[in-house]
């Protein structure tokens, strides 16, 4: 299973400088690793020294970080537990690690060409002219939504044993975590819609074969759509993911950092919090492989920069003596900060921190569920609790008749 670390935290905490120095511990350890940054790739090439880029344009270069001239002059290179056993063990981890910069423009380019090219034939159909891809830009949250299918694919490769991500700071990487469930809570209210129309005009449909309607390409990109949200999200949430927050001692960070680990529990994400917490900040910046070696050493010392497996933090539904409760896991919430509201047959629940966006979610009820209404709702250790009893008026009408006249014709 290969292992995600998303690592975040507020503007200048030193998320990119631990990004690297955690990637080469793990490459150190042996683990194939990929170091993805879709935060600021410039920033990430000069922490690490790279000399310039390779492969696809994308992959950067990265130095030993020995001064060949200065081994030779000490005589030092040909020393068995010297300068040369060190620089055999650094080519070694260098070797198990790529880094990869993530190039929002150049991926929303191409996402954009290949919508105009996906347009470009029902439209000719109708006698319209497909618009070009530059006159489909740009689309806000369209680059997040790129870096998250660029993160899950990675995941979702057996080439990788840790995928490490330099994500964004704090505050956008929230936004950019919660699109899955978003899009997805989108998608549930779009596709029903468009599947009764699609059977109310079946009849009209049938007798223009061969002829691209708009309800066949909404339903291919409904489909199409759905299953990129669904393999984004297996990789966010599978056990082997965590979002790793870097702390910060600065005041104005403190609500947002305390917030954070119900934020993400709210979309059944893992945080991991307070990894520089207690590291002594050195003076100056670690830049370099061999300054990042070094960092990663004093924060993890002997153990595994990776995540554990552990389960992520989903909602349960259990069954009680008079009905049924609905338990969110939400570590940390504050009862003024939370808002639930049934709305059809999702539960809502969002969650307010001062100075930043409400984050919100919607739980698709369990089937048990959706014949009930809501009773009781509280907040005990971490987890919020919502209590379901059976409501006659919610159930359909053919539940509520006598089934004796279906019974003896046979009809079950």
């Known amino acids: 299973m290969t292992r995600l670390l998303f690592l975040t935290g507020p503007g200048g905490a030193g998320t990119?400088?631990?990004?690297?120095?955690t990637a080469l511990r793990a490459a150190a350890e042996?683990?194939?690793?990929?170091?993805?940054?879709?935060?600021d790739a410039g920033e990430l090439a000069a922490v690490l020294g790279a000399s310039g880029v390779s492969g696809d344009g994308n992959v950067l270069d990265i130095d030993e970080g020995f001064d060949l001239e200065e081994l030779e002059e000490d005589g030092e290179a040909d020393r068995e537990l010297g300068p040369a056993a060190e620089r055999a063990a650094r080519r070694e981890t260098l070797a198990r690690l790529t880094v990869r910069r993530f190039d929002p423009a150049a991926a929303t380019e191409t996402a954009l060409a290949d919508l105009a090219k996906l347009l470009s034939g029902p439209l000719a159909a109708a006698g319209l002219s497909a618009p070009d891809a530059a006159e489909l830009g740009p689309v806000p949250g369209l680059p997040d939504i790129l870096a998250l299918r660029e993160i899950s694919t990675a995941v979702a490769s057996s080439e990788w044993d840790t995928v490490v991500v330099d994500g964004p700071p704090l505050k956008a990487a929230l936004a950019m975590l919660a699109w899955p469930e978003t899009a997805a809570a989108a998608l549930r209210r779009v596709r029903p819609i468009e599947g009764q129309a699609a059977r109310a005009l079946r009849p009209l449909l049938a007798g223009l074969v061969g002829l691209p309607t708009p309800f066949a390409m909404v339903t291919q990109w409904t489909d199409n759509a759905a299953a990129e949200i669904a393999g984004v999200r297996a990789a966010l949430v599978h056990p082997g993911s965590v979002v790793r927050v870097v702390g910060s001692s600065s005041a104005a960070a403190q609500p947002l950092l305390q917030a954070t680990p119900t934020l993400l529990a709210l979309q059944g994400l893992r945080?991991?919090?307070g990894t520089l917490a207690d590291v002594t900040r050195v003076p100056d910046e670690p830049l370099g492989v061999a300054a990042l070696e070094a960092l990663g050493g004093l924060v993890y010392k002997d153990a595994d920069p990776g995540p554990g497996l552990v389960d992520p933090p989903e909602p349960t539904m259990i069954t009680e003596a008079d009905g049924y409760r609905y338990d969110v896991p939400l570590p940390g919430v504050e009862r003024d900060q939370l808002g639930l509201v049934r709305s059809g047959d999702e539960l809502v629940v969002s969650i307010e921190?001062?100075?930043?966006a409400a984050h919100r979610r919607a739980f698709p009820l369990p089937a048990a569920l959706r014949r009930c209404r809501i009773a009781t709702a509280r907040i005990a250790d971490g987890v919020l609790r919502v209590g379901?009893?059976?409501d006659e008026s919610l159930w359909p009408e053919r539940f509520l008749t006598d089934h004796s006249e279906d019974t003896q014709n046979g009809d079950r």
Not at 16 to 21: G, K, P, S, V
Not at 30 to 39: A, D, K, T, Y
Not at 353 to 356: K, L, N, R
């Open 16 to 21: 990119t400088t631990l990004a690297a120095a």
């Open 388 to 390: 379901f009893k059976p």
């Open 30 to 39: 042996g683990h194939r690793v990929l170091l993805l940054g879709v935060s």
């Open 353 to 356: 921190v001062p100075g930043v």
């Open 271 to 273: 945080a991991d919090l």
